[in-house]
């Protein structure tokens, strides 16, 4: 009997992550119908999985099942995730002397922390540079790599000591690019603002850190708690769509390390980040990697506790390939029954504020002309982005039966 696309993905990723000789991965593939086998190919390079699939295929001698061009695209994937990794590494060295001699503390996240979990590091390739700095050093981190002329040429200096507040609790991070390409994203919190106005746990990620040896240069990555916590929120606040290098993340820590995820739980008084990683968690347990102490945590923590539908929402969304399309507007379709929620999200649509499109647009000169014709770009932008509003209104669907049917998720994540 044949499995459904989705469960014969789920099962050949799992053979992968956990490693196994190859001969179910071989009886699976073979099974499956030529569009549940263009599908699993989908799943590898929109996962950035390359490395670990052709790693396990090479281990297992099973080449031949897959067409030259599909192992093509992952050699050229691999390659790319190599090369920049290598790039990476330079800018990392660079960066941390840069900060340091600034008397900066800068923690790395991320792929950075989690590639010294890997024997290979080639299976842990890391595209961007993620730092966390406290809020109070993240303004003088900005601008002293601006100083230092460290970043392409293109980056416009847009923040300052006016706009940097306005800004923090409007953004995350600070998306910068150097001079040699690399992407950094220069952290003031680790939970997004749309989820929390302050965030419950940058404070302990500061405070509990470890100094490793990366190729030479010493720097502060978490400790392994927290870089578990980390992936477990992140694994949550990126919808869990395309994530399944996070997945073997998670697998590799279990592996190497006694994680007690329920003392990392106990220690979580904030109600909705706890609520993130349980349904994190049963992921986890869902694609076979053992949690330690389960059932206890289920029994503890039942209040907060995901169901079954629920579970199964965010399964289907790590293996799902289709372009996700995000109808914009979603607090206002969540507030259509208050109007005078929707007509304030309304406003601030249509009314961004100044700051807001230095921000969007990183204008380092904000003159009254330049925003004028930024606004306009961003209005053309809006309209083009709110066109499903009216086949939202014109639906037979009741706004109940239309959020139960596209986010229980978030229904059941801001359920107190």
Known sequence: MKKSGNNSSRDLINEIISESSGDHFKFIFKNLNNEDKKKFNEIVIQNKFSPNFLEFIGKNNLYNLFDSSFLENCENQKRRFQ???????????????????????????????????????????????????????????????????????????????????????????????????????????????KFFLCCPIKKSMLKDTREVDFYGEKINIPSINNLVLHQLCHFFSSDFNRLIRTLNDLRVITKNHNINFHEILSKINNKKIRKSMLLSLEVINFNNITIENLNKIRSDFANDYPNNEIILEAQKRLFDTSKKITIQGGNLFKNINKPGKVASILVKRIFPGTNSLIFEYKISKPTKLTILKKYINYIFLQILKLQGLSSFFHTKKTNHEYLKHTDIIDLWFNRN
Do not use: W
């Not at 100083?147 to 847009?158: G, T, V």
């Open 83 to 193: 090369i920049n990794s290598l790039h990476s590494i330079r800018e990392v060295h660079l960066l941390n002397k840069i900060f340091i001699s600034e008397g900066l503390k800068p923690l790395y996240l991320k792929g950075i922390a989690l590639q010294r979990e890997y024997k290979d590091v080639a299976l842990r390739p890391f595209v961007d540079i993620d730092i966390l700095f406290d809020r109070s050093e993240i303004l003088k981190a900005y601008e002293v790599l601006h100083q230092k002329n460290f970043l392409d040429p293109r980056e416009a200096q847009y923040l300052n000591n006016q706009n940097i507040e306005d800004f923090c609790r409007k953004i995350h991070h600070i998306h910068l690019v150097t001079r040699n390409g690399i992407s950094i994203e220069l952290h003031h919190r680790i939970t997004r603002t």
